[in-house]
C-alpha cells in the first residue's frame, strides 16, 4: 500500500486489488488492467481528471469513512498532490501484477518518464533560448506598430469628398 497527502493535509492511502480494480471499472469505466497495454498509462498522465478520479475511486472506502465526497477530494488535488498520488497510483499498479508483466509495467513506466523527463528539457530549453526572446520582441514591436497604425487611422479625420 502507498500514500499520498492532498492539498488538505489528509493522507489518503492507495491499494490496488481485485477489488480496488473492480470498483475503478464499476465507478470510472476505466479497466486498470489495461494499463500493460501502454494506452491508459498515457491517458492517465496525461489528463489529471481522469487520473483523480481513478484514484478517488481506490480511495472511496476510505474517503466515505471520512466523508469525504468526489467534489471535495478534487478540491484538494493539485500541483504535489497529484504528483504523489500519481506516484502511488503506478507503484501499486506495478506491485499488482505478476512478475513478468510487472517487469513489462516497469518498462514501460522508466519509459514514459523518460520521455516525459525529456519533454520538460526540451521545453525548458526553447523558453530558455534567445532566439524565443527575439521572436517575441519581433512580435510585440509588430503589434505596437499595427494597433498605433490603427488608432492613427481612427484618429485622423475622413479626407473630403471631391
Aim: some cysteine; overall charge negative.
Amino acid at each position: 500500500m502507498k500514500t499520498f497527502n492532498d492539498n488538505a493535509a489528509r493522507s489518503w492511502t492507495v491499494q490496488v486489488n481485485v477489488d480496488a480494480i473492480k470498483r475503478v471499472r464499476d465507478l470510472a469505466q476505466v479497466n486498470l488492467l489495461e494499463v500493460v497495454e501502454g494506452k491508459l498509462l498515457e491517458r492517465l498522465i496525461a489528463d489529471p481528471i481522469l487520473l483523480c478520479d481513478v484514484i478517488y475511486c481506490l480511495c472511496k472506502p476510505e474517503a466515505d469513512s471520512k466523508n469525504v465526497s468526489d467534489a471535495d477530494f478534487g478540491r484538494a488535488m493539485g500541483g504535489n498532490s497529484i504528483d504523489g498520488a500519481t506516484t502511488a497510483l503506478l507503484e501499486e499498479l506495478v506491485d499488482f501484477f505478476p512478475q513478468a508483466k510487472r517487469r513489462v509495467l516497469a518498462k514501460a513506466l522508466a519509459k514514459l518518464q523518460k520521455l516525459q523527463t525529456a519533454a520538460l528539457a526540451a521545453v525548458e530549453t526553447r523558453l530558455d533560448s534567445p532566439e524565443l526572446d527575439r521572436q517575441m520582441a519581433a512580435r510585440l514591436a509588430q503589434l505596437e506598430n499595427s494597433s498605433g497604425s490603427a488608432l492613427e487611422s481612427s484618429a485622423s479625420p475622413p479626407a473630403p469628398s471631391p
